[in-house]
């Protein structure tokens, strides 16, 4: 019987560990070319115990395993468990409707708003693949699109006596081979779909108190 670190990996196995050791950047505990160092280990990786020297430092980490789907973690968030909420859809007719925290988000997710608005913050949220299309269409309504630093975001959207952009960003972005791939299309009628790249949760004051320093 092949042991558990001798059985081959899969391209999700080293986009998870990717994430993680992106998480550990993010906090300060590895620079950044130690980071590029360990990702092109990770990419290169064949079998999961290639994968526990990039990790088993870190504290809070997991070597990854051969059992189970553990969605990809994002810089300060933790794992998510097995079982996060998976939206295909979001829609407001004269009424809101926000998607945030951790959730899973599909390779397609459609949003659509009438005189109301959908508020759809992908900065936690756990990706199945590497790239999500995001229809959104809006009359009358808003559409906001949250993105963190390292997210890759393509609008493509046309916006009709209305607007449909990408909005100013409040975090650097850090895109890096790795990053996630976020397109947006649609119409906005008389209405507004935004993408915005914010900082994660919590992290805003912090990053404010060092442009002050």
Do not use: C
């Not at 909420?85 to 459609?110: C, F, L, N, Q």
């Not at 559409?143 to 393509?154: F, L």
């Not at 409040?170 to 900082?199: C, F, N, Q, W, Y």
């Amino acid at each position: 019987m092949i042991e558990p670190h001798q059985q081959r990996i899969s391209d999700d196995d080293r986009h998870r560990t990717a994430e993680f050791l992106r998480q550990a950047a993010g906090e300060g505990r590895i620079d950044l070319e130690e980071l590029d160092e360990r990702l092109e280990a990770a990419y290169a990786a064949k079998v999961y115990g290639d994968l526990v020297p990039l990790v088993v430092d870190l504290p809070g980490a997991e070597a990854p395993l051969p059992t189970g789907l553990v969605p990809a973690p994002r810089p300060g968030q933790l794992p998510a468990p097995t079982g996060a909420p998976r939206y295909g859809t979001s829609i407001a007719v004269m009424s809101g409707t926000d998607r945030k925290g951790v959730w899973e988000v599909p390779p397609i997710h459609t949003a659509f708003t009438m005189m109301g608005g959908v508020d759809i913050d992908l900065r936690e949220a756990v990706f199945t693949t590497p790239e999500v299309v995001i229809t959104a269409n809006a009359v009358m309504g808003a559409v906001d699109v949250i993105v963190n630093a390292w997210t890759r975001v393509t609008v493509e959207g046309v916006g009709i006596m209305g607007t449909f952009e990408e909005g100013r960003a409040k975090v650097d972005p850090e895109i890096g081979p790795a990053s996630p791939h976020v397109r947006v299309r649609g119409v906005a009628l008389m209405g507004a779909v935004t993408v915005v790249r914010k900082p994660m949760p919590g992290e805003k004051r912090k990053r404010l108190r060092r442009a002050s320093d």
